[in-house]
């Protein structure tokens, strides 16, 4: 059974090793020019160490001839084997340092290769994935020395091709002296290779383990540190209690770092005396075979040299295997993320079948991890034209309703449809383009004024018509011409210059951007005017209205004022549907809508 179990763990071992080869590609796609740079100088790297250490011997013998025969010609021998030294320790210095450059040059494209191969596939990612947070911690873990890992992987594959022709020249000038010597020098590197395997794999298990708590440690500086939530940090006087809470994460984690760190000095500091002992016992070896006569005082100084640097250079090839193996551990971080799989949509339909609008049949919808419905059997039908009023209490499932309309959701049962063709059936890129939506949420961009609003259309981002047009429909242009710059200023306080705008300001600039989309058929509006005084809200929508006679509207909003201007209005509650109808319809109902209704007015009496 214990047989089993170590094969088992030794054939896992060695499965994590895969991939060096999707690194390896990755290397070569990104930079062909360097990747071939690096594998001549490792060449060049690995071969003139050995060269180095027997010209060393040539000139040691030379000069000892030279001593004792006194000729010129043993002189100029000596002489020249210096200068071929010099030559070749300057073609290896070259060689080092040409390493060094094309290394740095692909570090800096790799990095951003793999950065956006990450970018790329979160654009494939669904909604459902941003709010899961053990996938979150995955693409987290992902992004974490992500782009560092694949170079660190290929230098040391290429080190350890280095490695291994040096290593081998060096074995085939040791061997003239005994093969004893080269199994002492890779015997004694084993041991320190097991422990630095051991504690690398130990490290990487601390990595994956503490990964929410390392999110949480960046969530706590994103609060101390953005102004956005500096108002509340320093008025509610959070900035104690939450860089305490900062420190104390700090100490678990480091509390884990101090104890592997030592145990890893300690060890490495014990297996490396085993080292330096097998070292002097050799060189004790060399010494008394030179007194003995049975090498020459050139031949000992190499093979000093040689064991030496064969001693070092077989540590560092066991250290780079070590290495090797961390840096797989984390690239399994990478490519669990990037192959992923992720449900695609297959919709090609790009014009519906009938002209009937939107229709909800049955539908339910939970979270995959949940058991309790967020929203039940939804059935309500709005034909082109119509303006669909949704109210309801917080957490009664108006937004999710939205989402599900969006395709951000996907329903768990029932169906939508619009103009007779299921969602899923729809080409999403021209379902997206039907539709604008302003959440209540909506993103402040620290981008200008003009863009601010030219996200709503993609293709027409820098079209200054279009965000004039669209500007004017969302009654956010006077305020935009007081502006310095107009459409060109900088909005937020992230870069140089930047303007903030109040609350109302920024839902005007959100309503611009809706309108961006002048193709949609339908808007969606979910809270759009929360930050507006009720008479402001009020001059918005009698105007949206005139605007929007022949498209569909979608609004969620708490204010009865403005709900009543629309033609059907659906009233939630826990997931469902409680009432429909007009604005009248429900107020002679005299039911839930009725006494919101009545409790607002009151409020305004």
């Not at 500091?269 to 030179?290: C, K, R």
């Not at 949420?441 to 279009?466: A, K, M, P, W």
């Not at 305020?479 to 502006?483: G, R």
């Not at 002048?518 to 808007?523: K, V």
């Given at each position: 059974m214990k047989k089993k179990s170590l094969k088992k763990s030794f054939i896992k071992s060695l499965s994590i090793f895969r991939f060096s080869g999707k690194a390896l590609e990755l290397v070569w796609t990104t930079s062909r020019v360097c990747t071939f740079a690096i594998a001549i100088f490792t060449l060049i790297n690995g071969l003139l160490p050995a060269a180095v250490a027997y010209v060393g011997k040539l000139i040691v013998d030379s000069v000892v001839l030279a001593s004792q025969n006194g000729a010129m010609s043993d002189r100029y021998l000596a002489l020249s084997y210096v200068g071929l030294e010099a030559i070749a320790l300057i073609v290896l210095a070259a060689s080092q340092k040409g390493l060094s450059i094309f290394q740095a040059l692909l570090r800096v494209q790799l990095g951003q290769r793999v950065n956006v191969l990450i970018l790329e596939k979160a654009l494939t990612l669904d909604l459902a994935h941003f709010e899961d947070s053990e996938f979150y911690d995955k693409m987290s873990q992902a992004r974490s020395q992500a782009s560092s890992r694949p170079l660190s992987l290929i230098s040391r594959i290429f080190g350890l091709v280095q490695s291994a022709l040096t290593l081998l020249t060096f074995s085939g000038l040791l061997l003239h002296f005994s093969i004893w010597a080269v199994l002492v020098l890779v015997l004694a590197a084993i041991p320190s290779f097991i422990a630095e395997t051991r504690f690398s794999e130990h490290a990487f298990r601390l990595f994956r383990w503490r990964s929410p708590e390392t999110r949480q440690q960046h969530y706590l500086e994103t609060l101390l540190t953005r102004e956005d939530y500096a108002k509340e940090v320093q008025l509610y006087q959070l900035g104690d209690m939450l860089l305490q809470r900062y420190h104390n994460i700090f100490d678990r984690l480091y509390d884990e770092d101090r104890r592997l760190t030592i145990q890893k000095g300690l060890w490495g500091?014990?297996?490396?005396?085993?080292?330096?002992?097998?070292?002097?016992?050799?060189?004790?070896?060399?010494?008394?075979?030179?007194i003995a006569g049975k090498i020459s005082l050139g031949e000992m100084t190499m093979y000093l040299v040689v064991f030496r640097q064969g001693q070092s250079t077989f540590a560092s090839t066991l250290t780079s295997i070590g290495g090797m193996y961390e840096d797989n551990l984390y690239l399994a971080n990478l490519y669990e993320f990037l192959e992923q799989s992720i449900p695609q949509s297959?919709?090609?339909?790009?014009?519906?079948?009938?002209?009937?609008?939107?229709?909800?049949?049955?539908?339910?919808?939970?979270?995959?991890?949940?058991?309790?419905?967020?929203?039940e059997d939804i059935s309500l039908h709005l034909h082109?034209?119509?303006?669909?009023?949704?109210?309801?209490?917080?957490?009664?499932?108006?937004?999710?309703?939205?989402?599900?309309?969006?395709?951000?959701y996907q329903p768990s049962s029932g169906k939508i449809l619009l103009d007779g063709v299921d969602l899923n059936d729809w080409d999403i890129d021209i379902l997206r383009k039907?539709?604008?939506?302003?959440?209540?949420?909506?993103?402040?961009?620290?981008?200008?004024?003009?863009?601010?609003?030219?996200?709503?259309?993609?293709?027409?981002?820098?079209?200054?018509?279009?965000?004039?047009?669209a500007s004017e429909k969302g009654m956010a242009k006077p305020?935009?011409?007081?502006?310095p710059q107009g459409f060109g200023t900088q909005l937020g306080k992230w870069f140089k210059g930047g303007q903030e705008l109040s609350g109302g300001q920024w839902q005007k600039v959100a309503l611009s951007r809706a309108f961006m989309r002048?193709?949609?058929?339908?808007?969606?509006?979910d809270e759009p005017t929360a930050a507006m005084d009720a008479e402001a809200e009020m001059n918005i929508f009698n105007h949206f209205r005139s605007l929007t006679k022949d498209q569909m509207v979608v609004l969620i909003s708490h204010r009865f004022s403005t709900v009543r201007m629309a033609d059907k209005i659906i009233v939630m509650a826990n997931g469902r549907i409680i009432e429909q109808g007009s604005h009248e319809q429900l107020l002679e109902a005299a039911g839930r809508y009725a006494h919101l209704f009545s409790l607002q007015a009151a409020g305004y009496k």
């Open positions: 500091y014990l297996w490396g005396l085993l080292s330096t002992g097998a070292f002097y016992a050799a060189y004790a070896w060399m010494v008394i075979e030179a297959h919709g090609k339909i790009r014009q519906g079948i009938l002209q009937e609008g939107i229709r909800f049949e049955h539908v339910s919808f939970r979270y995959p991890e949940s058991q309790q419905p967020v929203l082109h034209g119509e303006k669909l009023a949704i109210v309801g209490e917080n957490g009664s499932g108006k937004t999710t309703l939205i989402k599900l309309l969006t395709r951000l039907r539709i604008g939506v302003i959440f209540q949420n909506f993103v402040q961009y620290q981008f200008t004024v003009g863009e601010n609003i030219g996200v709503g259309d993609i293709e027409h981002l820098n079209d200054d018509q279009e965000w004039e047009i305020f935009i011409n007081n502006m002048s193709q949609a058929d339908i808007l969606v509006l």
